[in-house]
């Protein structure tokens, strides 16, 4: 009998495992104007007040103030926006 209860502890938490585990990032996406470059930080600024950390396969030799651009960036919990991706808009 207690092995029996054993197996259906074991299978009970084996179940409930996948509602506690950590959920994925997710992507956010945004659009908006350069306003500023950080060379020093690797960072830029867009219109909508945020700063922005590059990636390491994204050069800021590649951008220019007042590009528009479509951001993906995963945002994390110390308020730190890191960019993923960057699409010119025009």
Known sequence: MRKLLFALAAVSVLI??????????RADEVAG??????????TFSLDDG???VLPD???QDDLEVGMELLVTFEPSDDGIRVATALELIN
């Not at 409930?16 to 990032?25: G, R, V």
């Not at 104007?33 to 690797?42: F, H, Q, R, V, Y």
């Open 50 to 52: 945020w700063q922005y």
């Open 16 to 25: 409930a495992l996948p509602a506690f585990s950590s959920q994925p990032a």
């Open 33 to 42: 104007t350069i306003l500023a470059l950080d060379p020093e930080g690797n």
């Open 57 to 59: 396969d994204i050069s």
